[in-house]
C-alpha cells in the first residue's frame, strides 16, 4: 500500500513540474540590396510572412544597388542565418569583415539572385565559387524559364511539398564547384538552354543554399517561398514544426 502511493505521490510531481522553456526564436538576418529585382518590397512581404507563421527574430539591412554602407551589420554577428539577395555592394572593409567571419565560422547561408554578385570582385570570387559553390556567367534576356527538379532531388528536404515554379530571365551558371549538390535546372526553350538554378553545398562545416530564382514573380508564387522557407530549415539543422506559432 505504502509502494502504491508512493507511485502516485511520485507521478502527482512529476505532472507539476514546469515545462522545459521555450527554445529561442530563429534569428535571421536580411541584406537586401538589388533594386532591379526588387528585392526590398519581395523580402519585406516574405519577412511579414515568416514572422506571421513562424518563431523567428528577424533583422535586416535594407540598402540600393552598389550600397557603400550597410546600415544594421552589427546584426549579423548574433544572426543564426543570414539571407543575401543584394548585388554589388562596396562595403567598407570593417563591414566586409563582419560578413566574412559568419561564413568562415560555416554559419549557414541563404543566398537569393544577385547575391552571387553580391560584393566587390575579390570577395564575389570567394562567396560564389567556394561558400556556394556557384560559378555565375550572366543571364539570358526576359525569357520564360521553365524549372525541372534535378536527377535524385526529389527527396530532398529543400524541394519537400514544392510544386511547379515558372521564371523569368535565366541566370547563365558555368561549372559548379565539387562540393555542390543540384536541385533545379532551368530551361529557356527557345534556345535550347538548360542551366543549374538551384543548389546547395557545405563550406566549413556549414550548409549553403543558393537559388539564381528570385524575380518578383517568383516570391508572388508560393511554391518558390515554400522552397526558400525549407531552405532556412534546412540550412539551420532545424525542424520547421519546432518553430511554428
Same mark, same amino acid.
Given at each position: 500500500?505504502?509502494? !502504491?502511493?508512493? &507511485? +502516485?505521490?511520485?507521478?502527482?510531481?512529476?505532472?507539476?513540474?514546469?515545462?522545459?522553456?521555450? #527554445?529561442?526564436?530563429?534569428?535571421?538576418?536580411?541584406?537586401?540590396? *538589388?533594386?532591379?529585382?526588387?528585392? %526590398?518590397?519581395?523580402?519585406?512581404?516574405?519577412? @511579414?510572412?515568416?514572422? *506571421?507563421?513562424?518563431?523567428?527574430?528577424?533583422?535586416?539591412?535594407?540598402? !540600393?544597388? &552598389?550600397?557603400?554602407?550597410?546600415?544594421?551589420?552589427?546584426?549579423?554577428?548574433?544572426?543564426?542565418?543570414?539571407?543575401?539577395?543584394?548585388?554589388?555592394?562596396?562595403?567598407?572593409?570593417?563591414?566586409?569583415?563582419? +560578413?566574412?567571419?559568419?561564413? $568562415? *565560422?560555416?554559419?549557414?547561408?541563404?543566398? +537569393?539572385?544577385?547575391?552571387?554578385?553580391?560584393?566587390?570582385?575579390?570577395?564575389?570570387?570567394?562567396?560564389?565559387?567556394?561558400?556556394?559553390?556557384?560559378?555565375?556567367?550572366?543571364?539570358?534576356?526576359?525569357?520564360?524559364?521553365?524549372?525541372?527538379?534535378?536527377?535524385?532531388?526529389?527527396?530532398?528536404?529543400?524541394?519537400?511539398?514544392?510544386?511547379?515554379?515558372? *521564371?523569368?530571365?535565366?541566370?547563365?551558371?558555368? #561549372?559548379?564547384?565539387?562540393?555542390?549538390?543540384?536541385? %533545379?535546372?532551368? =530551361? +529557356?526553350?527557345?534556345?535550347?538552354? =538548360?542551366?543549374?538554378?538551384?543548389?546547395?553545398?557545405?563550406?566549413?562545416?556549414? &550548409?549553403?543554399?543558393?537559388?539564381?530564382?528570385?524575380?518578383?514573380?517568383?516570391?508572388?508564387?508560393? %511554391?518558390?517561398? !515554400?522552397?526558400?522557407?525549407?531552405?532556412?530549415?534546412?540550412?539551420?539543422?532545424?525542424?520547421?514544426? $519546432?518553430?511554428? @506559432?
Amino acid at each position: 500500500m505504502k509502494t !502504491r502511493l508512493a &507511485r +502516485i505521490l511520485g507521478l502527482l510531481l512529476l505532472g507539476s513540474t514546469a515545462a522545459p522553456a521555450a #527554445e529561442e526564436p530563429l534569428s535571421i538576418h536580411f541584406i537586401s540590396g *538589388s533594386k532591379e529585382y526588387k528585392s %526590398q518590397p519581395s523580402l519585406q512581404a516574405f519577412k @511579414k510572412e515568416l514572422e *506571421s507563421r513562424y518563431r523567428v527574430s528577424i533583422t535586416a539591412s535594407w540598402v !540600393r544597388d &552598389r550600397a557603400e554602407d550597410l546600415p544594421g551589420v552589427e546584426h549579423v554577428a548574433q544572426a543564426d542565418l543570414l539571407l543575401i539577395f543584394a548585388r554589388r555592394m562596396k562595403l567598407p572593409e570593417e563591414q566586409m569583415a563582419v +560578413i566574412r567571419r559568419h561564413w $568562415d *565560422s560555416g554559419k549557414p547561408i541563404v543566398g +537569393i539572385r544577385t547575391s552571387s554578385h553580391a560584393f566587390g570582385n575579390e570577395d564575389n570570387e570567394i562567396f560564389d565559387r567556394r561558400v556556394m559553390a556557384g560559378n555565375y556567367s550572366g543571364h539570358f534576356g526576359n525569357e520564360p524559364v521553365v524549372i525541372s527538379t534535378a536527377e535524385g532531388a526529389a527527396n530532398h528536404p529543400v524541394l519537400k511539398d514544392v510544386g511547379k515554379i515558372e *521564371s523569368l530571365k535565366m541566370y547563365k551558371a558555368g #561549372e559548379l564547384g565539387a562540393g555542390a549538390n543540384l536541385l %533545379q535546372n532551368g =530551361t +529557356i526553350k527557345s534556345k535550347n538552354a =538548360t542551366h543549374a538554378v538551384t543548389w546547395t553545398n557545405v563550406y566549413k562545416g556549414g &550548409r549553403m543554399f543558393y537559388t539564381s530564382l528570385g524575380v518578383p514573380v517568383d516570391f508572388d508564387n508560393d %511554391q518558390f517561398r !515554400r522552397m526558400i522557407v525549407n531552405a532556412i530549415f534546412w540550412t539551420t539543422k532545424s525542424k520547421e514544426a $519546432d518553430y511554428l @506559432k
